[in-house]
């Protein structure tokens, strides 16, 4: 069978991708709920869309999964992060940005060094757009007039 050949970490992978773009659709739709109570329509609009994003990465993965021949089994749902300013919420999502970016680099990572290219695209098709979209966060960020920095090891704090 297919799946046979799918090593367990590839999978562990997979779940833990599942898990934080949940999580991610849970925090973005909390945010736009917020930013709208806020009487900010346009961050609201914008926040929205980010969650349409982060449910078609949730269900690239869930379909991904199926392929494999394994059940969707993302478990950790983490709570929304919530703040009391536009720029803190923002805050929040540059850090669930840059842990879904550095799973998504590791899980390419140990694919190519396992040999399997099919999965190994899979991941760094979404590495590339998480990498994308970490960069869209700080932009917002500098926009609002708040700068990065970058730790040595390039993850980006704030
Ligand atoms: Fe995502
Ligand atoms: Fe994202």
Redesign the pocket.
Known sequence: MRHARIHPRTLGYLGRALSLELS?VQQYMTQASLAEAWGLPEAAVRLRE?TV??MQ?AERIIQRMLVLGVAPNGSHLRPAGVARNLVDLLRQDAVL?AE?VALYREAVIFCRRIGDRENGDFFEALLNE?SA??REIEDWLASLGIRRYREPDERAYF
């Open positions: 991610a980010e994003e982060e990465h940005e879904i998480e979209h970490a």
